[in-house]
């Protein structure tokens, strides 16, 4: 089974019935499972925020959304985050590639990946960091404190992650 695999398998066992996505090579993978399987609810968004609006409102009415972005769309949605989800105690799950880490080819994605950690400990987000498939559990982790604690988390998939196999 190989990474992507692992991880949609992780997020459906788990309860997550709803996943919103930005584009981003490194989730591309999961992201066609989702697409192709069909079990999970999908709903692509154009810009981070949005999705954080949408699954806020999902989880109202019911759902376990979960967000799949770069680490650089976390900038874009720290108003929704602070302003809804922490006001509101509204739980999502971030599963984010973390992007601007060692090796980034992308200058671009450098100074967000430098302070990532630091915003999502600003916004009070308990944060996961996977680097390799030995510590794929800590999905599993995340999404249990997430809902034992009634609170946002944040999953940082590092590029490593995608190097290898399960």
């Not at 992308?106 to 390799?132: C, E, F, H, R, V």
């Not at 794929?136 to 995608?162: P, R």
Request: net charge neutral; proline share 3%; aromatic share 4%.
């Amino acid at each position: 089974m190989n990474i992507d695999q692992k991880l949609y398998e992780i997020i459906k066992d788990f309860g997550i019935d709803l996943v919103l996505s930005v584009p981003c090579i490194l989730l591309k993978g999961i992201l066609d499972l989702i697409n192709e399987r069909k079990e999970l609810l999908h709903i692509p968004v154009t810009r981070e925020e949005e999705g954080v609006g949408i699954a806020a409102g999902a989880y109202l009415g019911g759902k376990r959304p979960a967000i799949l972005i770069q680490n650089s769309g976390l900038g874009n949605s720290i108003n929704a985050i602070t302003s809804l989800l922490e006001l509101y105690n509204i739980p999502i799950i971030f599963i984010m590639s973390h992007r601007g880490g060692k090796g980034e080819k992308i200058l671009a994605q450098i100074p967000m990946g430098k302070i990532t950690n630091k915003l999502l400990d600003l916004t009070g987000i308990k944060t996961w960091s996977i680097k390799s498939s030995k510590e794929i559990t800590k999905l599993k982790e995340a999404i249990i404190y997430s809902q034992e604690h009634n609170c946002s988390v944040g999953i940082l998939l590092q590029k490593s992650l995608w190097s290898e196999e399960i």
